[in-house]
């Protein structure tokens, strides 16, 4: 129930003095802006796909990817996971792979390779030069 024994120590502490309290009930919606920079492992020339390959995918990355997807849609940001099956937190069910598929990015694992059918999609050329002028130097 708790995400942590801190958190559990602490209902623990409130039950005893019988304070009441609402645990994790309420959301606050924030809005976060900080300018940064994205620097995508592999940029595949033939295409536009970025490739990006992972060992272990943090929270900041997957926050980082989703910001970029959300601004950048015309980006074709694509993972190569050591182990797509890796669970994102110890305790969790999602996976590297769910949280690609949860979120429309296309994954494959390192084992496995990169899939032909990335390698020989093709995009059109108007599509690959937007991409390429949004890739700084």
Known sequence: MFRSKAEEDICNILK???IPYQYENSKVHYEWYE???YIPDFFLLDNGIILEVKGRFKIEDRKKHLFIKEQKPWLDIRFIFTNPKAKLYKRGKMTNGSWCDKYGFKYCSIREGIPEDWIDERKR????HKIFNELTY
């Open 16 to 18: 005893e003095k019988n």
């Open 35 to 37: 300018k940064k920079k």
């Open 125 to 128: 050329s108007t599509t690959i």
